[in-house]
């Protein structure tokens, strides 16, 4: 059994709303009451934080409750998809606010620094379009690589991780899928910029994660991985392995296989569940896959691979599974 | 042209907020403020009116607005997907909370008879499943079946829809489609049960709106018709006819075929836009689709149909659409 | 572990070919070579059978086949989805067609009286649309559900099962999901015919099987299941439990609760793989989920279900197959 | 309007068959037959022929049909996706079919260079795979990226275009979005080798098809565009612009935008249509949408975009299609 890490969102542990329930699903939390809430997940370690943190909550009181709480922070994500960016971040058509969306991002860079985050993550969740012949794709691939490459380019110290995903809350997001990402990325000519492989987004992008994840490995652009489930049509945020439990397990091979030994992030949206027990569940599901690697046959699984014989294949993974 | 009459949800001109954007995508708007949006909206003249109103806000003083906003009520839909109902309304876990929930709905009933609307409608939007394993779908079944039968019972004088929609926010909802909506009514044993065909869900449930709309009148259940459009995978609520054209047009046709009269109702969630102008967009669009249909050669329509000739009847309206 | 019997398509064992590989996927095989194919099969006891049996092949060359290799036929299912069927079969524009359609049926009860099998399987693949416009959607329903009935009057003795699609070969097929048919069979006013639950047709109808199940045997309309796995999006008419595990094994838990005793059939199209295996693999993963809900906590899971407790339902399950 | 020039994929006017109608959907047509019937397309003008083009034709046979019927041949498409390459062409498990499916493309390099055609295409429709777990996804990379680079190589007079397609026959296809293509043909570091961007085929990877277009010829991988139109969920092979309208008015668009010049390419399966009327209908419809771009206020659609106004950008193609 490989000594997975694991880590969370912070998004996790925070009050949820939607479009419906605006009177929201849980009690609030604040920063500092996620992080707490974190804390009671045992074998969670390290978190993903947004950042701003908060009304009147600063770096030092963030770095004090990871530190109360066993936990350290994994990544930054600035918070570059709220209301003063609805219509983008690195592509809003207001020039002054592409600025405030960079600022953001610069900002999260050092506190990312203060609080030793492994990198600050991107998620351009506002930029995008919603309607046919709304965008000007070209401008949007130059503007979205252009940020991203400045950042980069800004803090060659620092490492930096762009999270993909197909749509929501636009009905297109420009960084929708794990090839577009790496040919983004390439473009930009920078070193430090890397993808994070969300095996959900991954599923709903019409991938096979497990084939994404050797993807961004063969182009030595694999940043973080992050993991949950849902129905494939959507962000659905569920748990891990409730929905896509065999390819989960493939997930599960192919870190070993590319020798991963990075933190694995829970990024869920556990609307009607405990957040804590919903990380637990997941942590116990993960693990009990990683032990179920194991056992595979993985010689007769290559063996089946390369015969291309998928009913051998399946039936080494399902008789561990059914017996 | 037919003499189509608008009306809208009222949530349209209120304010979003997401998963993402907690901090919402426009200004705070009252249920009267959104009326007052409404009235704005030339054509628009009624409206599906969310109950409660809100803060200190009183059957009069929407009646009053309405009036002011020469706006009437087409439909009271309760509400019963906010936080109280996150699992559920009609299949709440806890009896307390079912119970509470048909209360909500006999309020709405009140209302509405106050108000003068045409309908209650009931959207039980957390009513369902998230997960595989997670539900006793008989169970849901015969909560859903009861209780709408219990409200139209206790209510003989007033009409009821239901509006199907297949998820979100949960992700499997009870009343997913058409024709199970129309089985679960002929369960009820009810007259006064119909059901909303909004074109956007019908999309996304896999159906095509022009056959679900003839489904719902077959059996004498179409109680309302709400338009809007999406991607077919999720509820976007985007602009009529923006992404659907062809299949709004035929929405058009058949509600002339099947002699509609009501009027037709927009469901929009216009992030990014301004809630008047997305309005009046739709609205103009829908009375040009109208306006086509008047155009088409209805005879030679349904002479392709009968032999099935998909070039021909596709041809009719292409020719209409692109000289 | 119940006693299940098994069955499959007989189409399972003949020749595959798409509109690539128009030179085919194995060597031919008539009727008479699936036979003695699914003869190897260990368990499997009976056949869902294909009329026309081809050339120069008669009721009794396959009683005596289906009895060489001690199988029975549990159904028969007329062509009426071929060359001359291609516009439709009940709803052929030509009324010759419709006539010869019918006719078709006609002489596959015949067949099925002759040898003993359980039902007479409709399944009406040419029965739809292809484009927007081109369906008098009335017309379809008329015709579709008025040539069931009249099959099913004509034949009170004999069962009959609609297999209902969403689509291929037409983009759209008639009976398209679960209920739709069960509401078309409740128009025929006949009692019957009833309706084949294919899992894969159901997941990928946007369905949860196991809710479809529910609801078939609701209305005491269950005619027949059978089980193979897709990707949602296509019938791929994969191995059981290959893609959706967990959603098959809440099919077995259903078909335990409803108290189904018939046998369960394959429907699988391994197009590169050998078909005796295929079947083979797939009986032995049914068998193993089963035996799996043996060791279900059941009362656990009611009370999950009841508290609507999504993580301690999957728990009760992943603990099962992950350890 | 642009002078476009018009050219179809010659399967288009032969005989199709697909799993059901094994019996096939119209009278058997060989090769010079199908170019008579292209030939009598009016417009047509240039052809996507396969190789090898049936038992006892030739390449003089071929030229001098195409010569008869004043067409030309645009590329060559070899065969390596029937029978003997069902488990793959350029990643079969066995050595020996991937020689083959090699020596069959130098064939097919042959024979246009003996027919002048424009370029070869690979569309290696068998090369990806089925289930969860059976494919070794680094080893595919390194086989199809390898094949193609070898090709490109021994060939460097040859332009080469490779044909993504998400799935069919395969549930995986290798080469799978327009991304992902570009991302290998970087990775085979060649000139000569660019990507097919079929309308069809990019919708149904969930792509925007402007979008793609753009991605394409940002890298100067663009190598032919082929139209045709789906449900979104799988390769219908439709009419053009039946099913979305505005993305293919949007396509006309962009390809004005990037000046794009070569002819546009048809690739359809009218099943139940007469092939040739096919061809006209669709060749009409994108005449009229690209009279259509015509009319487009090109300057306040630049605006509309720069705002990112959907509503604007909308209204103006709208109120060009609807009055």
Same mark, same amino acid.
């Given at each position: ?58 770096? %030092? ?125 390439? @473009? ?9 492989? @969300?095996?959900?987004? %991954? ?38 392995? %409730? ?38 569940? %997941? ?10 690697? @194991? ?29």
């Amino acid at each position: 059994m490989a000594d997975w890490r694991f880590g969370a969102g912070i998004w996790m542990f925070c009050q949820f709303v939607d479009r419906y329930a605006t009177d929201a699903y849980g009690p609030p939390a604040t920063t500092l009451d996620a992080i707490a809430s974190a804390g009671e997940v045992e074998g969670l370690e390290v978190l993903d934080i947004n950042y701003p943190f908060g009304d009147g909550i600063g770096v %030092s009181d963030v770095r004090e409750a990871l530190a109360r709480h066993n936990l350290s922070a994994q990544a930054i994500t600035p918070h570059i998809y709220m209301r003063e960016f609805a219509r983008g971040a690195f592509t809003n058509p207001d020039p002054a606010l592409r600025k405030r969306a960079l600022d953001r991002c610069r900002e999260g860079i050092e506190v990312a620094r203060e609080l030793g985050a492994k990198y600050v993550k991107f998620w351009p969740g506002q930029d995008g379009y919603d309607y046919p012949l709304q965008a000007d794709y070209g401008w949007l691939w130059e503007q979205s690589v252009g940020a991203v490459r400045e950042l980069a380019n800004s803090a060659p110290d620092m490492q930096f991780a762009i999270e993909y995903k197909l749509k929501e809350p636009r009905t297109h997001m420009f960084f929708c899928n794990a090839a577009t990402t790496i040919l983004a990325i390439q @473009d930009m000519g920078v070193d430090n910029v890397g993808v994070v492989l @969300d095996v959900g987004h %991954s599923l709903f992008a019409k991938e096979t994660p497990a084939e994404a994840l050797r993807l961004a490995h063969r182009f030595d652009r694999l940043a973080s991985v992050e993991i949950n489930d849902n129905w494939r049509e959507w962000d659905d945020d569920l748990a891990a392995g %409730s929905i896509h439990l065999v390819e989960t397990l493939e997930v599960m091979l192919t870190l070993r296989e590319i020798g991963w030994s990075e933190p694995l992030l829970l990024d869920q949206f556990p609307f009607r569940e405990n957040p804590v027990a919903a990380a637990r569940e %997941s942590i116990r599901t993960i693990r009990q896959l990683d032990a179920l690697v @194991d056992r595979i046959d993985r010689e007769a699984l290559a063996d089946a691979r390369r015969r291309q014989d998928a009913l051998a294949a399946q039936r080494l993974v399902l008789d561990l599974l059914l017996t």
